[in-house]
């Protein structure tokens, strides 16, 4: 059974970092990619990068790079984001979510797969 | 980037009813397109995707129509559980969400 179980929810000051995890389980890691969307309070829902985990391959919005970093660790099957330099505008749920695609996100399927959200607050 | 435009952005209908839902895409995208559901409070839940396969377990009231830049979701008998807000998404390079389109009960 696929699951995505993500960390919980975080307060940061301004120009700190973050770092969000979210926990697969089933065979998510070893065959599928793990994406990161960001959605802001009462906005729409943001792409902002993904992972295959098994070729440790990340991939980037390019509004998001330099920003953020998607790491994944084999050994426990989870799947992190860091996001730097966060400002009042990153204040956001963030959600991780699987999808089949291959490494250029050919044969993408959809995202079929959500963590719960982690909502991450920054504030002074 | 491609971008996506959903329109409308409020959708009231009555329990029961047809709704429609339309989703421009900037430059063509094939059949990449995907839609998602969002009830307040919960992730986000894939319904279409490749404008028009239903995603597992998804009620064959909602279908999905269209291809290059105009795209569809239909829900054909809106039930009290579709009451949520709508998102499409392309896939032709990369990923772009489109704002979202409220149905709201009319």
């Known amino acids: 059974q696929v699951q995505l179980v993500q960390s919980g929810a975080e307060v940061k000051k301004p120009g700190s970092s973050v770092k969000v995890s979210c926990k697969t389980s089933?065979?998510?890691?070893?065959?599928?990619?793990i994406s990161w969307v960001r959605q802001a309070p009462g906005q729409g829902l943001e792409w902002m990068g993904r992972?295959?985990?098994?070729?440790?391959?990340?991939k980037y919005a390019q509004k998001f790079q330099g920003r953020v970093t998607i790491t994944a660790d084999q050994a426990t099957s989870t799947v992190c984001m860091e996001v730097r330099g966060l400002r009042s505008e990153d204040t956001a749920i963030f959600y991780c979510?699987?999808?089949?695609?291959?490494?250029?996100?050919?044969?993408?399927?959809?995202?079929?797969?959500w963590g719960q959200g982690s909502l991450v607050t920054v504030s002074s | 980037e491609i971008v996506m435009t959903q329109s409308p952005a409020t959708l009231s209908v009555s329990p029961g009813e047809r709704a429609t839902l339309s989703c421009r895409a900037s430059?063509?995208?094939?059949?990449?397109l995907a839609w998602y559901q969002q009830k307040p409070g919960q992730a986000p839940r894939l319904l279409i995707y490749?404008?028009?396969t239903r995603a597992t377990g998804i009620p064959d009231r909602f279908s999905g129509t269209g291809s290059g830049t105009e795209f569809t979701l239909t829900i054909s008998s809106l039930q009290s559980e579709d009451f949520a807000v709508y998102y499409c998404?392309?896939?032709?390079?990369?990923?772009?969400f489109g704002q979202g389109t409220k149905v709201e009960i009319k």
């Open positions: 992972i295959i985990p098994v070729l440790n391959m990340a």
């Open positions: 998404q392309q896939d032709y390079h990369w990923w772009t």
């Open positions: 979510a699987r999808d089949t695609g291959d490494s250029n996100g050919n044969y993408f399927e959809g995202f079929d797969y």
């Open positions: 490749g404008a028009s």
């Open positions: 089933g065979d998510t890691f070893s065959s599928t990619a």
């Open positions: 430059q063509s995208v094939s059949r990449k």
